[in-house]
């Protein structure tokens, strides 16, 4: 057997390995838990840019849902420690919630210039990066990025 195909059999082998499996479906398991609130902190960041506080009613109407699914949401952020609200006015991100709105938007900008490197439009990078950026490791994001340093004009 060559060396090329044994590796290829490796590599098969390690994708079938019950344990590593069971791993990469947590990590996907961790990710959709994660990926709302990753969401909702990146547009209240974008709210409070915008025009200075995120209201419950922009961003019910920014992500299309109900204001009382928006409500339930903000009780979990708040106790996650990520926003605070504040009677007559909107919602803000604590340091922790910026943290994170950052880390997200970083992460969302770099699968969506990998996408349009690799030669997806820009507006269909952007939609579909929405929901990649939360399914990639750190090590295929310095994948991504190496990739679109290789290949600036």
Same mark, same amino acid.
């Given at each position: ?45 974008? @709210? ?14 920014? @992500? ?12 979990? @952020? /708040? ?20 943290? @994170? ?8 900008? =770099? ?13 269909? /990078? ?21 990739? =679109? ?5």
């Amino acid at each position: 057997m060559s060396k090329k195909a044994a590796e290829t059999k490796g590599d098969r082998e390690a994708v079938t390995d019950p344990a590593i499996r069971a791993e990469a479906f947590q990590q996907a398991r961790d990710a959709r838990r994660s990926e709302l609130v990753e969401d909702y902190v990146e547009l209240i960041d974008d @709210l409070i840019r915008e025009g200075g506080e995120a209201r419950q009613v922009d961003i019910a109407a920014r @992500l299309g849902v109900a204001q009382p699914t928006v409500a339930r949401m903000l009780g979990r @952020l /708040a106790e996650e420690g990520l926003v605070v609200r504040k009677a007559y006015r909107g919602v803000f991100l604590t340091d922790e919630g910026r943290r @994170l709105a950052h880390a997200s938007r970083e992460r969302h900008e =770099i699968v969506e210039r990998f996408l349009v490197t690799l030669g997806v439009s820009p507006e269909i /990078a952007q939609r579909d990066a929405e929901g990649i950026e939360h399914h990639v490791s750190e090590e295929t994001l310095a994948a991504f990025r190496r990739f =679109i340093e290789a290949h600036r004009n």
